[in-house]
């Protein structure tokens, strides 16, 4: 079974700029849509912020700071013992533009 979930909200502060927030889940325990190399099901959740700037009609300058944590387990080699969760985590910065 896998599931997803997003929740994105954007708040227009002003005509021209905007604040933006994102919230996302995701969850593979089968490996349907998404394998890992150790065969452990694959879960991630993630976030974002930013910034939407529309300097004039049909332009839309978005910038979003990023984060990204995969949750895993971590099973010693040769042990039937399972040892806590541990997490991944990756950051980063977007810039787009749209027309």
């Known amino acids: 079974m896998w599931y997803g979930a997003t929740l994105v909200g954007r708040l227009w502060v002003t005509p021209t700029w905007a604040l933006a927030a994102r919230v996302e889940r995701f969850a593979d325990g ?30 839309l300058l978005a ?15 040769q042990s039937w013992r399972v040892w806590p969760r541990e997490a991944e985590r990756r950051d980063r910065d977007v810039l787009a533009l749209t027309f």
């Open 30 to 59: 089968d490996g349907v849509l998404a394998t890992t190399a150790s065969g452990a099901p694959f879960r991630t959740n993630g976030a974002s912020v930013g910034i939407d700037v529309r300097p004039e009609p049909g332009v």
């Open 63 to 77: 910038h979003r700071a990023e984060r990204l944590r995969r949750l895993r387990r971590r099973v010693p080699h």
